[in-house]
Protein backbone atom coordinates (compact mmCIF):
# COMPACT_ATOMS: atom_id res chain seq x y z
CA UNK A 1 0.00 0.00 0.00
CA UNK A 2 2.81 2.60 0.52
CA UNK A 3 3.96 2.12 -2.81
CA UNK A 4 0.64 3.47 -3.75
CA UNK A 5 0.37 6.51 -1.89
CA UNK A 6 3.82 7.05 -3.30
CA UNK A 7 2.80 7.14 -6.73
CA UNK A 8 -0.08 9.44 -5.87
CA UNK A 9 2.11 11.51 -4.20
CA UNK A 10 4.93 11.31 -7.17
CA UNK A 11 2.58 12.86 -9.89
CA UNK A 12 1.86 16.14 -8.50
CA UNK A 13 3.85 18.87 -9.00
CA UNK A 14 6.79 20.03 -6.62
CA UNK A 15 6.08 23.71 -5.70
CA UNK A 16 9.78 24.34 -4.64
CA UNK A 17 11.01 23.36 -8.27
CA UNK A 18 13.45 26.63 -8.65
CA UNK A 19 12.56 27.24 -12.65
CA UNK A 20 9.00 27.52 -11.74
CA UNK A 21 8.29 28.60 -8.35
CA UNK A 22 7.46 32.16 -8.99
CA UNK A 23 5.03 30.67 -10.72
CA UNK A 24 3.66 28.12 -7.96
CA UNK A 25 3.63 31.30 -5.50
CA UNK A 26 1.41 32.91 -8.22
CA UNK A 27 -1.01 30.60 -8.09
CA UNK A 28 -1.09 30.17 -4.01
CA UNK A 29 -1.80 33.90 -4.16
CA UNK A 30 -4.56 33.50 -6.61
CA UNK A 31 -3.24 34.75 -9.74
CA UNK A 32 -1.62 33.43 -13.27
CA UNK A 33 2.02 34.27 -13.55
CA UNK A 34 4.26 32.89 -16.63
CA UNK A 35 7.62 34.36 -17.34
CA UNK A 36 8.50 36.67 -20.05
CA UNK A 37 11.77 37.63 -21.82
CA UNK A 38 13.06 41.07 -20.88
CA UNK A 39 15.01 41.35 -23.98
CA UNK A 40 11.97 40.27 -26.52
CA UNK A 41 8.57 40.42 -24.34
CA UNK A 42 8.10 36.69 -25.83
CA UNK A 43 6.55 34.61 -23.15
CA UNK A 44 8.68 31.94 -22.22
CA UNK A 45 6.60 28.76 -21.19
CA UNK A 46 7.40 25.92 -19.95
CA UNK A 47 10.08 28.15 -18.03
CA UNK A 48 13.34 27.10 -19.61
CA UNK A 49 17.14 29.34 -19.30
CA UNK A 50 16.83 31.25 -22.63
CA UNK A 51 14.31 32.04 -24.58
CA UNK A 52 13.26 30.51 -27.33
CA UNK A 53 12.58 33.57 -29.63
CA UNK A 54 16.39 35.93 -29.10
CA UNK A 55 18.00 33.81 -26.84
CA UNK A 56 17.95 36.56 -24.22
CA UNK A 57 18.24 34.47 -20.64
CA UNK A 58 16.67 37.46 -18.57
CA UNK A 59 13.08 36.83 -17.46
CA UNK A 60 10.49 38.76 -15.58
CA UNK A 61 7.31 37.00 -13.92
CA UNK A 62 4.21 38.65 -15.22
CA UNK A 63 0.52 38.44 -14.15
CA UNK A 64 -1.63 37.41 -17.42
CA UNK A 65 -5.24 37.62 -17.71
CA UNK A 66 -6.06 33.70 -17.12
CA UNK A 67 -8.44 33.90 -19.82
CA UNK A 68 -7.78 31.64 -23.16
CA UNK A 69 -9.12 28.72 -25.63
CA UNK A 70 -9.54 25.67 -25.59
CA UNK A 71 -6.92 23.78 -27.29
CA UNK A 72 -7.48 19.71 -27.28
CA UNK A 73 -9.34 17.79 -24.58
CA UNK A 74 -9.70 14.01 -23.34
CA UNK A 75 -12.30 13.02 -21.05
CA UNK A 76 -10.78 10.47 -18.56
CA UNK A 77 -13.44 7.14 -17.51
CA UNK A 78 -11.39 5.41 -15.71
CA UNK A 79 -9.19 6.72 -12.59
CA UNK A 80 -5.44 4.92 -13.32
CA UNK A 81 -3.86 6.54 -10.31
CA UNK A 82 -4.82 6.27 -6.74
CA UNK A 83 -6.72 9.66 -5.34
CA UNK A 84 -8.51 10.02 -8.79
CA UNK A 85 -11.44 7.10 -8.37
CA UNK A 86 -14.15 9.83 -7.40
CA UNK A 87 -13.33 12.64 -9.69
CA UNK A 88 -14.08 10.46 -12.83
CA UNK A 89 -15.36 11.19 -15.34
CA UNK A 90 -12.85 14.18 -15.62
CA UNK A 91 -11.40 16.57 -18.60
CA UNK A 92 -7.51 16.95 -18.95
CA UNK A 93 -6.61 19.92 -21.49
CA UNK A 94 -4.29 22.13 -23.29
CA UNK A 95 -5.67 25.56 -23.30
CA UNK A 96 -4.01 28.62 -25.16
CA UNK A 97 -3.89 31.65 -23.33
CA UNK A 98 -5.03 35.03 -24.49
CA UNK A 99 -1.92 36.70 -24.27
CA UNK A 100 0.06 34.42 -26.74
CA UNK A 101 -1.68 31.32 -28.34
CA UNK A 102 1.86 29.64 -28.43
CA UNK A 103 1.64 29.24 -24.46
CA UNK A 104 -0.42 26.28 -23.78
CA UNK A 105 -1.07 25.06 -20.13
CA UNK A 106 -1.94 21.26 -19.58
CA UNK A 107 -4.56 21.51 -17.12
CA UNK A 108 -7.81 20.34 -15.77
CA UNK A 109 -10.99 21.69 -17.13
CA UNK A 110 -14.45 22.60 -14.74
CA UNK A 111 -17.64 23.71 -15.34
CA UNK A 112 -18.06 22.10 -19.26
CA UNK A 113 -21.02 22.77 -20.72
CA UNK A 114 -24.05 20.65 -21.49
CA UNK A 115 -23.30 21.17 -25.22
CA UNK A 116 -19.92 19.56 -24.74
CA UNK A 117 -16.79 20.96 -25.94
CA UNK A 118 -15.44 22.31 -29.20
CA UNK A 119 -11.89 23.53 -30.36
CA UNK A 120 -11.78 27.42 -29.25
CA UNK A 121 -14.03 27.46 -26.51
CA UNK A 122 -13.13 30.22 -24.19
CA UNK A 123 -11.80 29.18 -20.76
CA UNK A 124 -10.48 31.31 -17.62
CA UNK A 125 -8.45 29.88 -14.97
CA UNK A 126 -9.66 29.74 -10.98
CA UNK A 127 -7.99 27.35 -9.11
CA UNK A 128 -7.57 23.92 -6.73
CA UNK A 129 -5.87 24.20 -3.42
CA UNK A 130 -4.45 20.69 -2.91
CA UNK A 131 -2.69 21.47 0.59
CA UNK A 132 -0.74 24.32 2.19
CA UNK A 133 2.37 24.15 -0.47
CA UNK A 134 0.18 23.49 -3.47
CA UNK A 135 -2.55 25.24 -5.11
CA UNK A 136 -3.10 23.98 -9.21
CA UNK A 137 -4.54 26.43 -11.78
CA UNK A 138 -7.39 24.66 -12.98
CA UNK A 139 -9.90 26.20 -16.46
CA UNK A 140 -13.51 26.53 -16.01
CA UNK A 141 -15.56 26.89 -19.40
CA UNK A 142 -17.15 30.24 -20.13
CA UNK A 143 -20.42 30.51 -21.99
Known sequence: ????????????PDPEWP???AFWEGCR???????RCRDCGRWVWYPASACPECGGGQHEWTRVSGRGRLFTW????????PG???????VTALVE????ARVRLATFLHDVPPGGLRVG?????????VDERLTLPVFRCVT
Request: no cysteine; net charge negative.
Open 84 to 90: YEDRVPF
Open 29 to 35: AGELRLP
Open 74 to 81: VTVHRAFL
Open 97 to 100: LEED
Open 1 to 12: MAAAREIAARHL
Open 19 to 21: AAR
Open 121 to 129: LPVEVTFER
